[in-house]
């Protein structure tokens, strides 16, 4: 019993406090802490509601079109397959333009499926209000725009974000030829 505990105290001695890699090595690349010592507190799920606006033409352009696809000609080119768009989209409180600004989507999207309205989502979601200000979440994921609810992953976080795990809900509010009212709703695990 006593041979075991001080086995055991060897043990942690040398992996968490002389940082010993487990071939024996002396290692200053990587070293094993714990989430206590950083402050991380229990795992938390937070939910966020907001208003996206993505606005290609018009007054208050958001969104660019950087590469553009195959003619119209092309047998692709219905879907717009191929197009590629860079963003800087407000996230607002209401579905209003005017109401409170909560943060920006900052990110591309792409036109990636040749027979229907797909889109490849590249995005990182930077938040202003309140405790959240200069953190940041972001999607990586597949949006098909024309479904009622679109589900894209939360890929990861920065500041109150990080360790994000989650996904992100989408759904249209309204659209015109000039913009896109998209209403999110985020599901977020962090610390
Ligand atoms: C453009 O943005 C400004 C400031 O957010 C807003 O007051 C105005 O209503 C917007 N215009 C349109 C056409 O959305
Ligand atoms: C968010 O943080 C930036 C930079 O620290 C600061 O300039 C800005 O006023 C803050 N915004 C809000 C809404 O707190």
Request: charged share 15%.
């Amino acid at each position: 019993m006593a041979g075991a505990v001080s086995r055991f105290t060897i043990f942690y001695i040398l992996f968490f406090y002389l940082n010993i890699a487990a071939d024996g090595t002396p290692n200053s690349f990587s070293k094993v802490q714990t989430p206590a010592k950083f402050g991380f507190k229990k795992e938390k799920l937070s939910h966020l509601h907001f208003y996206f606006h993505d606005t290609i033409s018009g007054h208050n352009i958001s969104s660019i079109r950087i590469i553009s696809g195959p003619s119209k000609k092309s047998s692709v080119s219905k879907s717009g397959f191929g197009n590629v768009y860079m963003s800087d989209d407000p996230l607002t409180e209401g579905p209003d333009i005017r109401s409170k600004l909560v943060g920006r989507a900052q990110g591309m999207y792409a036109y990636a499926s040749q027979n229907e309205l797909g889109l490849l989502m590249v995005l990182n979601f930077a938040f202003m209000e309140g405790k959240y200000n200069g953190s940041t979440l972001s999607m990586l994921g597949r949006n098909m725009a024309l479904s009622e609810v679109r589900e894209m992953p939360v890929v990861g976080g920065s500041g109150l974000f990080r360790f994000a795990r989650g996904y992100f809900q989408a759904k249209t509010h309204t659209f015109n030829r000039e913009t896109a009212v998209v209403e999110y709703n985020v599901y977020v695990l962090h610390y």
